[in-house]
């Protein structure tokens, strides 16, 4: 499993978050899920891929080895 870490900027502090693929999935999928159809947008067979692709990039994330 892969794991990806990104800064959470907010008035206080900015702390690094590091995430799984699999709690990327749980909080992010459902949203995306719904911003596709909103688009019209068939899913690609590798959805849950590239729903972590765009994850990564929306969040500037970087992968780490754990």
């Not at 870490?5 to 999935?25: A, G, Q, R, W």
Request: proline share 6%.
């Amino acid at each position: 499993m892969k794991y990806y870490k990104y800064t959470e900027f907010n008035d206080d502090d900015n702390p690094e978050i590091v995430l799984s693929e699999k709690e990327i999935l749980d909080q992010y999928f459902p949203h995306w899920l719904s911003m596709m159809a909103k688009a019209g947008k068939t899913l690609p067979p590798d959805a849950e891929q590239v729903c972590i692709d765009d994850w990564v990039v929306v969040h500037w994330a970087q992968e780490v080895k754990r």
